[in-house]
């Protein structure tokens, strides 16, 4: 085996590949030629490391110097500098505390400090194509380990003790639906993975399967083993090009390595697993609907029970977990169940993992310890709020969970904890919104959401979050009555008791909410007429403070429906009955001269 | 049989394992109220009308779904859950549209007795409502998309029992739609025209092509000597439209309304349809016996045969040549008739009063113009005619004991029993044995055939030889059987009906709500009326009918004359069934 003296991480997750990655590491490979280092230092693709909103991302071993927004260019400078002459190129390093020369590695990185990564293990540290780079990080150990050491009952057993509960957004407890599954007596049983993530924002799956899809297949094995299934299907989106891509070289690679086929480790033990791609329905998330897509039928949910355990796919139990929660069964087989339950909360064990998004200067993915608080999540690791606003909400639970507010910051973030604030573990979707934020525009932005993934089986969704929707849009236009707040409390109520399905049950959660925690905002919205954040066009009008106008003239010159007028001198007016409130004037005002009158 | 114990609306009831919450309150005397639910056809849980509250469970449940299990404590009338099913039926009530005065269905919707029994007096969610085109292009059905209340039971009906499955959901949320494929027309697509949708719709989304003012106006006519016949599952239906239990025999109110309704001559086409077993018969006896093409399968139903058009053109051949019997009742009227009343064909103009929608389209048929004239001109199903009986303000259950007009008034109970499953088969078996035998059987009931298994098969012997026999019903049966027959199981002779039942039970007939076809066999109930008339008949065998045995002593000589062949067969053609525009 070749050793290498150096190894060029560069992340190979679909953000950082957006923005050229791919280039970068043929850019290495083109600079480490011209140098004769081809020997000498090796260039992986790993999968995502979840500060997104940093990449291009390049990790350097053995410093472990992480270089973050990297340009093709800056290639040749990484390759001369620090490759050949061992000088770090301390403009691209993330990690700006290293005045002295003490800090540089990747682990003094404020982003990750406070972060545990259990499912994301190994991405960004091993290169997912190569099932020996998984071997290498203990991969496979953990089925080799229940196939050869422990019957089906102490599997499930070790699941339960470890107190993993369902990633994917019910927080069910996974050994108890293991055992569910277990003891349903048929002559075939299915293992299914729901890896079509569809929460807006949430990309957790994505970068698990990106990065390493080895973990999944694993456990999907050990799984298989376990509920006494030996076939299994992975429904992934077919929007996840790189993920399928992976995955499918990984079964192959599991295939020729005799880890997923017949026989596994010299047993009798077989398992196979396929593909499904599914066409981008939200609905196909719920896990009923994702089994009728599979069995080739309209994504729609069924009536529960028979719950999947007992009838599931093509009638037969099946057990069905998430991508992230597969992803932390390896670990816990390997390191034990006392080990994952000693992490955590009371009730919420181990970790998870946020895709953290909107007005928050680390944008990524972020793997915490159940427990950890908001505050933690939005400040320490996610480094604040851009511009200096300040925090007004997070969004948890993408459009199934609700928002939290300011003064729950310090709540810990676990699955009862945020039920009892309104919103929902989901699948880990954390968008963070700042003080220009209007509430009722946000709980309309998710109801589009829902109102667009209703499958349309049952009128409480199907009609139901389109009345809701007309009643927001009514308000936000400035049409609102007092009596729409209370039919948006009536439909909400009822949508929630009556909807066939996890979506349409969850629906209205948005507004309830956001009515629970801003319902100022939406009485400013009926009856004052007022949007204060100043996102409902509709009540709100540009001005130009007459005191501050120097009459340049510009903003006349970009405003596209030509309302505003003026002359030399004499301070410009906007004609607020012509004005399409589309901003340009005040983004263009070079004296900051135009304000949002709310 | 393995039972629970379960409480609800706090009564403690023993109820069978495998029921339902639904099924659990009906046996408590508990109504609750159901729309997208019908029994064994469509249980979706969709339209989330029965709701209840399960003790335990996180939201509310279908009760349509919803398994009983040991302890199970159910609510079915808190607060919470009428404010849910009042909410819902608001909300479909607000997409719905509610053309009630207009609407076909009034008084019998069950959409508008829903808003009633729930006491809906305000639609608190209005909004945005669908405006979508009619589909008025078939002969035989109407689609209104803007009443259809998605409930499914229409999609299931023709895709799981009929295996037609031309109409589905498409689109998703408030845009969804059911709708033939590429939004086409139903006239488009493989549609048989079954009519079994209509059947099943709660609202009047789906509806036949009203031909009333067709009628109407030919009664008006004076130049015109308009004749209507009656299909034999008409009489055992009818009297539902006007409050009669289901089964009723309304035989003579029904002949009684047609005559005040002005026609000239009230026919029975149960003598045509001694006709047929004597055309189909003797086909299938010549077939036999001179090594023809077998299985003979019947063509009575102009449903199966469009199914068989599309699906199954391998067996266009196996298809009796024999028309229909109204069909070929009609060519007879402008030949025959025509010719003994001393009447112009070209001023008879005749009205079929069918079960059918299907046979809307069959009369349309280029080949079913064997005079030069449309062997039929109108079509009317049972529905249809009710309505007329409605708008002349005849009392349809208070009328002059009437019957049949001659010449052609008399049939046979072997005509009657077409109008059930395994009729066709019965009474061709009654006339072909004896000819086989060449004397009178002592047993003419054969209840192998008779009954609502999906398939049924009959082993008959007669002049030596062993005659093998299968009936289906329901087009989802009759492929069944077909893969069968392609598999390599040998028959002589096969009947197919297109709709579950036979036409005791087809696309035109009056239509029960779901509270009444989930519990009672509409199929079963109407065909133990018809066997009750086959009873009491004087003649039960076609071939002992004086006015058939009359037809060919001074018309057609004898069955499968060349006239016979003229007029009262025909031919079928493949047809495509999504053809590239």
Redesign the interface.
Known sequence: MQIYRAHVLVCGGTGCVSSSSEKIMSEFETHLNNNNLTNEVKVVKTGCFGLCARGPIVVVYPEGCMYTMVKVEDVKEIVEEHLLKGRIVRRLLENKHDDEGVETSIEGVEFFKKQLRIALRNCGVINPELIEEYIAFDGYKALAKVLTEMTPEEVIDTIKRSGLRGRGGGGFPTGLKWEFTAKSQDDQKFVCCNADEGDPGAFMDRSVLEGDPHSVIEAMAIAGYAVGANQGYIYIRAEYPIAVKRLNIAIEQAKEYGLLGKNIFGTDFNFDLEIRLGAG?FVCGEETALMTSIEGK?GEP??R??FPAVKGLWNKPTLLNNVETYANIPPIINKGAEWFASIGTEKSKGTKVFAVGGNINNTGLVEVPMGTTLREVVYDIGGGIPNGKKFKAAQTGGPSGGCIPASHLDAPIDYDSLIQLGSMMGSGGLIVMDEDTCMVDIAKFFLEFT?????????????????ML?ILDRITEGKGEIEDIT?LE??AK???????CGLG?TAPNPILSTLRYFKDEYMAHVTDKKCTAGVCKSMMQYVINADMCKSCGICAKVCPVKCISGEKKVPYVIDSSKCVKCGACMEKCPFKAIFKNV | METVNITIDSRKIQVPKNYTVLEAARFANIEIPTLCFLKDINE?????MC?VEIQGA?????AC???VSEGLVINTQTP?VR??RK??LE??L??HDKKCLTCVRSNNCELQKLAQDLNIRDI??E??SAKMPLDEISPSIVRDPNKC??CRRCVSMCKNVQSVAVI??T??????LVTPAFNKSLNEVPCTMCGQCINVCPVGALREKDDTDKVWEALANKDLHVVVQTAPAVRVAIGEEFGMPIGSRATSNMVAALRRLGFSKVFDTDTAADLTIMEEGTELINRIKNGGKLPLITSCSPGWIKFCEHNFPEFIDNLSSCKSPHEMFGAVLKSYYAEKMGIDPSKIFVVSIMPCTAKKFEAQRPEMSSTGYPDVDVVLTTRELARMIREAAIDFNDLPERQFDDPMGEASGAGVIFGATGGVMEAALRTVTEILNGKPSDNIEYNAVRGIDGVKEAVVEAGGMKIKAAVAHGLGNARKLLEKVKNGEEYHFIEIMACPGGCVNGGGQPIQPSSVRSWVDLRAERAKAIYEEDKEMPIRKSHENPRVKMLYDEFFKEPGSHKAHELLHTHYTKRENYPEE
């Open positions: 329905a309209r069924r009536p029970p028979p109102v667009d993934e209703s499958c349309g089986k049952c009128p409480p969704c199907r009609i139901g979050t389109k009345r007309e039919k009536v439909l009822n949508i929630k008791a009556s909807a066939l049950q | 979706i849980g969709a339209c989330r709701l996180r939201s509310l449940q279908a779904v919803y398994p919470a404010e849910a909410v819902t909300l479909i607000s997409n608190r969610f909004g945005e209340v998605l589905d959901t689109e998703r949320g408030f845009k969804t």
